[in-house]
């Protein structure tokens, strides 16, 4: 990640185009919400942008304005949406469908939910098999596909007055991919979407069409995508920043508060049961067990890097961790995640934690949409680019800077990095919470 000084900021004038690939449950809430927001109808609960605090300088001073207030952000009433999807329902009746929001909201929102209609997706059944939509592009050739996203970005830009675009994957999750030669740089790449290689995905292939333009990227899904050596290599070569992988919303979200507060406080784990129930989209395409597998390589190493067990051999060096994911259709988009958590403290005492958060997944992950919206334009603007570490806030799986370097999963750790790096680029110095300057 580069750096810049505030005055390289690039203004946020005009209009920030927002494309979603994947308008269903949770694309549509994001975009339902920030409408009811922006009508007043709604206030933007469980988005760091719109409701965060960030304090600048000393405590006596103060001086805490809010995050929108002080890095130059896009507004809301900047933003316009748009989108793909194999399902060829306007946001109204896909929002209508997903059952997240209530029907007297949706119906205030109705006219421009119904202008809001996804343009045909790119799809395989082979990487979605609990899928099943015609919504899809005549082209099968992957190189072709790719050109038509190019098309379709082109008319989103020109249709909407765009000033500025950004992607982030609202999708399904896909089989779990390993990478191979063809992921290995961009070359193979491109030669691979021309020979339509079954090993590149259509989440690649968005991830892809946006990079070629410079739009900057966020995956939302645990899709083999943005890890990959050739479209970072492509994020590089057009300076674009990107961050993934994987929402960090309902079970995993409470993993990355309590493990941190075991380990402050050298509380052993000997074992992390996590069970889940929901029934929505999402839930029906995890129940084939290759996008479940993806699923769970998101979620199991979450621990691992938090508890560092080869540093803390007698506290976490023997963790059973199983993580479960059960496709159960009453339950829509309201999740229930059970956690069983076996810990040992003082003399080696055995204790027990059970959490039981009955969450809602797409309400929980559109604030992280928009966030990820608005902070990804702001680091387009000021001249950042590759992944974007700061951001590994709103991941499940957060990608590393750089091969070699482990990702940071401690949520509070997290949320400190991305304000250190919001004062950075506003010329302000990063908070140490050290204190020293109260003796003086």
């Given at each position: 990640?580069?750096?810049?000084?505030?005055d390289?900021i690039?203004?946020?004038?005009?209009?920030l185009?927002?494309?979603?690939p994947?308008?269903?449950?949770v694309?549509?809430?994001?975009?339902?919400g920030?409408l009811a927001i922006?009508?007043?109808l709604?206030?933007?609960?469980?988005?760091?942008?719109?409701?965060g605090?960030i304090r600048?300088g000393p405590?006596p001073d103060?001086?805490?304005?809010l995050i929108?207030?002080y890095?130059?952000?896009?507004?809301l009433?900047?933003?316009?949406?748009?989108?793909?999807?194999v399902?060829?329902?306007?946001a109204?009746v896909?929002?209508?469908?997903?059952?997240?929001?209530?029907?007297?909201?949706?119906?205030q929102?109705?006219?421009e939910?119904r202008?809001?209609?996804?343009?045909t997706?790119?799809?395989?059944?082979?990487y979605?098999k609990?899928?099943?939509g015609n919504?899809i592009?005549?082209e099968?050739?992957?190189?072709e596909?790719?050109?038509?996203?190019?098309?379709?970005?082109d008319r989103?830009?020109?249709v909407?007055g765009?000033d500025?675009?950004?992607a982030v994957?609202?999708g399904?999750?896909?089989?779990y991919?390993?990478p191979t030669?063809?992921?290995?740089?961009?070359?193979a790449f491109?030669?691979?979407?021309?020979d339509?290689?079954?090993?590149?995905?259509?989440s690649?292939i968005?991830a892809y069409a946006?990079?070629?333009?410079g739009?900057?990227?966020?995956?939302?899904?645990?899709?083999?995508?943005?890890d990959?050596?050739?479209l970072?290599?492509?994020?590089?070569?057009?300076?674009v920043?990107?961050?993934?992988?994987d929402f960090?919303?309902?079970?995993t979200?409470m993993?990355t508060i309590?493990?941190?507060?075991?380990?402050?406080r050298?509380?052993?784990?000997?074992?992390w049961?996590s069970t889940?129930?929901?029934?929505?989209r999402?839930?029906?395409?995890?129940?084939?067990?290759e996008?479940?597998?993806?699923?769970e390589?998101s979620?199991?190493?979450v621990?691992?890097?938090?508890?560092?067990?080869?540093?803390?051999?007698?506290?976490?060096?023997?963790?059973?961790h199983?993580?479960?994911?059960n496709?159960?259709?009453p339950r829509?988009d309201?999740?229930?995640?059970?956690d069983?958590?076996?810990?040992?403290g003082w003399l080696?005492?055995?204790?027990q934690?059970k959490?039981?958060?009955l969450c809602?997944?797409?309400?929980?992950?559109a604030p992280?949409?928009?966030?990820?919206a608005?902070f990804l334009d702001?680091a387009?603007?000021?001249?950042?680019?590759g992944v974007?570490?700061?951001?590994?806030?709103?991941w499940?799986?957060?990608?590393?800077?750089?091969?070699?370097v482990?990702?940071?999963?401690?949520?509070f750790?997290q949320?400190t990095?991305l304000?250190?790096?919001?004062?950075h680029?506003?010329?302000?110095e990063?908070?140490?919470?050290?204190?020293a300057?109260?003796?003086?």
């Amino acid at each position: 990640m580069s750096h810049t000084a505030t005055d390289d900021i690039a203004p946020a004038t005009g209009k920030l185009g927002i494309l979603l690939p994947g308008m269903g449950a949770v694309g549509t809430t994001f975009i339902a919400g920030v409408l009811a927001i922006r009508k007043g109808l709604a206030k933007p609960i469980g988005s760091l942008t719109q409701m965060g605090t960030i304090r600048i300088g000393p405590r006596p001073d103060d001086n805490v304005p809010l995050i929108r207030d002080y890095v130059p952000l896009a507004g809301l009433d900047d933003l316009v949406f748009g989108g793909w999807d194999v399902y060829e329902d306007d946001a109204y009746v896909a929002a209508s469908r997903a059952g997240v929001l209530e029907g007297h909201l949706l119906e205030q929102l109705g006219e421009e939910l119904r202008a809001t209609k996804p343009m045909t997706a790119v799809f395989e059944q082979a990487y979605v098999k609990n899928l099943h939509g015609n919504h899809i592009k005549a082209e099968t050739n992957k190189w072709e596909q790719a050109q038509a996203l190019d098309a379709d970005i082109d008319r989103f830009v020109e249709v909407n007055g765009c000033d500025r675009v950004v992607a982030v994957w609202c999708g399904s999750t896909e089989v779990y991919r390993e990478p191979t030669a063809v992921h290995e740089s961009l070359a193979a790449f491109e030669q691979g979407l021309k020979d339509s290689d079954p090993d590149i995905a259509p989440s690649q292939i968005y991830a892809y069409a946006c990079l070629k333009r410079g739009i900057p990227y966020a995956n939302g899904a645990p899709n083999l995508n943005l890890d990959t050596p050739a479209l970072l290599e492509l994020a590089r070569q057009n300076n674009v920043p990107v961050t993934g992988k994987d929402f960090k919303t309902g079970q995993t979200l409470m993993k990355t508060i309590l493990a941190p507060g075991f380990k402050a406080r050298m509380l052993g784990v000997e074992g992390w049961y996590s069970t889940n129930i929901l029934g929505n989209r999402d839930g029906e395409v995890l129940d084939d067990p290759e996008s479940f597998k993806a699923k769970e390589v998101s979620k199991l190493g979450v621990l691992d890097t938090i508890f560092e067990p080869e540093r803390n051999p007698d506290l976490y060096g023997d963790i059973a961790h199983v993580v479960r994911i059960n496709y159960y259709p009453p339950r829509g988009d309201n999740k229930e995640g059970w956690d069983n958590i076996d810990i040992f403290g003082w003399l080696g005492y055995k204790m027990q934690i059970k959490v039981d958060f009955l969450c809602r997944d797409s309400i929980l992950a559109a604030p992280l949409v928009l966030d990820l919206a608005l902070f990804l334009d702001l680091a387009k603007r000021a001249g950042m680019s590759g992944v974007q570490e700061w951001l590994s806030f709103y991941w499940k799986s957060p990608q590393p800077v750089q091969p070699g370097v482990y990702p940071e999963h401690d949520i509070f750790i997290q949320l400190t990095k991305l304000k250190n790096t919001l004062r950075h680029l506003m010329g302000d110095e990063a908070l140490t919470h050290v204190g020293a300057e109260y003796y003086d």
